[in-house]
């Protein structure tokens, strides 16, 4: 095979990103790779699927059409090829199917752990937990640690002293259901970064000095003296103005840290930060109450040094439960792992752990590299800018490897767009996507792709005049705007003639908004043309409210994709749902009642009226057929029972049967 070269690819969106993929996948086929060689992860299945059956079309119409063959052959830098050539490399694919590397990052690392257990020390063999089991296992640790009447160890006390100081200012007499929450949102960050010297260390968090002082309390004091003293006699002050003032003075000293904060200390500290370079440098104007203050130098010198205090108190309190935090997690994470990890229970959050543990132990994953890259020559990886360090920490002695390959028989490929970024959240570093191009410079070659062939001209000119305003970015965003800066290019639409309209409309609160929302999907009218329709909110939660907004109010067919919960959300499945529960429970009058008031009651019909019947019916067709041929059966009897548009309804009820 001749040398194909390393290549990365900063694609905008829309610009082609699966297609560049497929066209590089098909490019190493045609040129002899053979399929299980190549290695081609993405981060999530419906990203992976869509590229698999990308793949599989194009070289499926290229067996079958000349003229679908002459393209793809250009494609791919292949002329010569043509329908037996591409018949031959579908063939040759189709039967490698069970050997592909070709999914998830997630299922890549899995397939590892599955491969050497031993090796990264875990004790029996490693199986993926659900949700539910991980839950589950979780509990179980907590229960050990948290057991009424038993003697607690001086590990266990450790644990309880460092969980006080972690929750520092709050009380919860559930101890281990607060414990189960606060695990949930801080151990993935803990695994992220374990070491004690990256939590709550002064000297890390500024280098170049703290800047708020030692909470000098008798400064302080004089200082709220005077702020006091000040309002009492300036006349120009109103009267709710100079309450607030006063009261904000006397509560700054009866503030101590981890208390609630009163409302005027909390309304009036809120004003100070905000302005704080003036506060500091003695020209700061405070709107108090409708009142513009100008305290004067003399004034605003009193009020940063309360402030000071305030903050430095604060802060040195979450500097000591960001401490205590880390010894939870990690007290925690010791037991867990001895546990459950250790025994090859594991969760997909567990896999890079696991594997960036062995690569650091001797005679862990740096002994099995050799024998992981002799399986793959050939590495593609989608949406890159998503990749974490711990992610990049496992596979960058593999890409290492390939990159560095004398013969050049050998190559990387990723694509992605740092302005789509969107799992910083899980660890996601997009400044990744330089760092890997700057470590291999002047080998893989950079290309731009910066054309859209999803949009319009008038969605495109909309997205340029908006996130290519420079001088706007750096006004609102003057932190991130240098990066931005670093990565946009203008962007051009494929479809020049393609019709549109895009417009920036402009609504104060929620219920305006899903009005203005409503009355465009009435004017489109998406479903009655066959069209698509996509409506993007900020939270899951949102999505979920204004989905129901649209259905109760406009009576349009609106799913919130992102929170599916099909047996929750709709009429239809929670009285299915109530009929199950009466037929296993037949005292249960509440589901009686739910039935009973629902539709269902009409279809059970008048002989099915006792609710022992009932139950004996619903039963035997459960034990008989099993629960998906039961309410597959339900369903189709409930679809004639549906209005012509409850479209919804009858999405809820596939969707069911599927689940």
């Known amino acids: 095979m001749s040398a194909i070269g390393h290549e990365m690819i900063f694609a905008s969106a829309g610009s082609g990103k699966t297609h560049a993929l497929t066209t590089r996948y098909l490019r190493l086929l045609a040129l002899g790779v053979e399929p299980e060689r190549i290695a081609a992860l993405t981060f999530t299945r419906k990203a992976a699927g869509e590229f698999f059956g990308e793949i599989l079309r194009r070289l499926a119409g290229a067996a079958g059409d000349a003229a679908k063959a002459a393209k793809l052959a250009a494609a791919i830098g292949r002329p010569e090829l043509g329908v037996p050539d591409f018949l031959r490399l579908l063939r040759g694919l189709v039967q490698a199917m069970h050997r592909l590397s070709l999914g998830t990052l997630d299922g890549f690392f899995a397939r590892v752990v599955r491969t050497f257990p031993l090796e990264l020390g875990l004790a029996g063999e490693p199986g993926l937990l659900d949700e539910q089991t991980a839950a589950e296992e979780r509990q179980r640790v907590l229960a050990r640690l948290f057991a009424a009447g038993a003697e607690p160890t001086p590990e266990q006390r450790a644990l309880i002293e460092a969980f006080k100081l972690a929750t520092f200012g709050t009380e919860d007499k559930a101890v281990a259901a607060r414990f189960d929450r606060f695990v949930d949102a801080h151990l993935a960050l803990y695994r992220e970064a374990p070491e004690a010297g990256r939590w709550g260390v002064r000297s890390r968090i500024w280098p170049s000095g703290f800047s708020w002082g030692d909470g000098d309390e008798k400064a302080a004091q004089a200082a709220a003296a005077e702020l006091d003293a000040w309002a009492a006699r300036t006349p120009e002050l109103k009267e709710k103005p100079r309450a607030r003032w006063r009261s904000f003075a006397a509560q700054a000293l009866e503030w101590a840290p981890g208390q609630v904060w009163p409302a005027d200390l909390e309304f009036v500290l809120k004003k100070v930060l905000a302005d704080w370079p003036a506060v500091r440098d003695g020209r700061a104007e405070l709107m108090i109450d409708r009142q513009r203050i100008a305290p004067g130098p003399a004034v605003c010198a009193a009020l940063a040094t309360v402030v000071r205090r305030i903050v430095a108190l604060e802060l040195a309190r979450r500097m000591l439960v960001t401490q205590g935090i880390r010894a939870v997690l990690g007290a925690f994470d010791k037991l867990y792992d001895a546990e459950v990890r250790r025994a090859g229970r594991l969760t997909f959050a567990d896999l890079p752990q696991l594997l960036a543990d062995g690569r650091g132990r001797a005679g862990g994953l740096r002994e ?289 049967v599927a689940a």
């Open 368 to 656: 099995l590299d050799y024998r992981l890259d002799a399986r793959t020559d050939h590495w593609l990886f989608d949406e890159f800018q998503d990749t974490s360090h711990q992610q990049w920490q496992i596979l960058e002695p593999l890409v290492d490897e390939v990159v560095q390959d004398p013969e050049g028989r050998r190559s990387l490929f990723y694509v992605g767009d740092v302005k789509q970024a969107i799992f910083t959240w899980r660890g996601g570093d997009p400044q990744l996507f330089a760092h890997v191009a700057a470590r291999y410079a002047g080998g893989v070659q950079r290309r731009e792709l910066n054309e859209s062939w999803r949009s319009g001209p008038a969605v495109v000119e909309l997205v340029n005049r908006v996130c290519g305003n420079a001088t706007a970015m750096r006004e609102l965003f003057p932190e991130a705007s240098a990066m931005w800066g670093e990565y946009w290019r203008t962007h051009v639409s494929m479809w020049p003639e393609r019709p549109g309209q895009a417009a920036l409309l402009f609504a104060e609160e929620e219920e305006g908004r899903w009005a203005t929302t409503m009355r465009l999907l009435h004017m489109i009218e998406p479903n009655e043309r066959g069209l698509s329709c996509a409506v993007l909110v900020q939270t899951n939660a949102a999505g979920a409210r204004l989905a129901d907004y649209l259905r109760r109010e406009g009576g349009i067919a609106a799913v919130a994709e992102a929170d599916l919960r099909v047996g929750l959300d709709n009429p239809v499945a929670t009285a299915l749902a109530a009929l199950l529960r009466w037929a296993a429970h037949p005292g249960d009058r509440l589901a009686a009642r739910h039935v009973a008031m629902s539709p269902l009651a009409r279809l059970l019909g008048p002989e099915k009226s006792a609710a022992e019947a009932v139950g004996a019916e619903v039963r035997r067709e459960v034990a008989e057929r099993g629960f998906e041929a039961w309410l597959g059966g339900w369903a189709r009897r409930i679809e004639g029972e549906l209005g012509m548009r409850d479209e919804f309804t009858r999405l809820r009820l596939r969707q069911l």
